[in-house]
Nanobody
């Protein structure tokens, strides 16, 4: 499985962005989004089940970010609204086979990351 994340960019605080993660090959995986800000550890953002019926956002993004997927397009999305400067980070998508997880070490496949910069 190869994952290609895209959609990052520069946005003002309060603005919105939608990230995409396109998967090649077998697509029925549990998918997650993680982020890493400069000088900080990688942080879980959100995860979604293969059917899309179960989603799990982190407390830091709950109510602002929404994870979704389109299995016909082999793509997972992260809609980010009400962005804050503290959301600035490189965002990564990841995939695993077994179950939803907030732990990045349990994911088998990773995309290359896309940079999101939120200006104040």
């Amino acid at each position: 499985v190869q994952l290609q994340a895209s959609g990052g960019g520069l946005v003002q605080a309060g603005g919105s962005l939608r990230l995409s993660c396109a998967a090649s090959g077998r697509s029925i995986y549990f998918m997650g989004w993680f982020r890493q800000a400069p000088g900080k550890e990688r942080e879980f953002v959100a995860a979604i089940s293969p059917s899309g019926g179960t989603t799990y956002p982190s407390d830091s993004v709950k109510g602002r970010f929404t994870i979704s997927r389109d299995n016909a397009r082999n793509t997972v999305y992260l809609q980010m609204n009400s962005l804050k400067p503290e959301d600035t980070a490189v965002y990564y998508c990841a995939a695993r086979s077994l179950a939803l997880s907030t732990r990045g070490s349990l994911y088998d496949y990773w995309g290359q990351g896309t940079l999101v910069t939120v200006s104040s």
